[in-house]
């Protein structure tokens, strides 16, 4: 049975959160969408678990849970899939360079502001 409370938290478990907070430093918002995180995860998953604390185990539990959402997660493999893609980041180029001459059309103010942004819009999306 794991032991509980503040006086379990042993060395290694204060260890493993500070690790576990580290992770940003060495994971991009891409690793995370293309799995690269997962093996991390499960290892920090088993560091915890074997701290045989409640806290550790609520950790462990917790990291499992993430680890099998970015698996199951489509969201994962289609990102990892469009983010080499020369057509979506052509496209994505065109949505800002758009984005940023409506925005400047509308920071123009005067009378024909609205007309203006309508027409460019039309024209966007034929």
């Known amino acids: 049975m794991p032991r509980s409370g503040i006086a379990?938290?042993?060395?290694?478990?204060?260890?493993?959160?500070?690790e576990l907070f580290s992770l940003g430093e060495r994971y991009t918002p891409e690793d995370w969408n293309d799995g690269s995180v997962v093996d991390a995860l499960r290892a920090f998953a088993a560091r915890f678990r074997a701290t045989d604390s409640e806290?550790?185990?609520?950790?462990?539990?917790?990291?499992?849970?993430?680890i099998e959402d970015l698996e199951q997660d489509?969201?994962?493999?289609?990102?990892?899939?469009?983010g080499?893609?020369?057509r979506v980041l052509r496209l994505l180029a065109r949505g800002v360079r758009e984005r940023q001459a409506l925005i400047s059309?509308?920071?123009?103010?005067?009378?024909?502001?609205?007309?203006?942004?309508?027409?460019?819009?039309?024209?966007?999306?034929?």
């Open 55 to 66: 806290e550790g185990t609520v950790m462990a539990v917790t990291l499992e849970y993430v």
């Open 84 to 86: 080499g893609s020369e």
């Open 8 to 18: 379990s938290r042993a060395p290694n478990t204060t260890a493993c959160w500070r």
């Open 74 to 82: 489509e969201r994962m493999r289609r990102l990892a899939e469009l």
């Open 105 to 126: 059309i509308a920071d123009d103010g005067g009378g024909a502001r609205r007309g203006t942004l309508l027409s460019a819009l039309n024209l966007s999306f034929q």
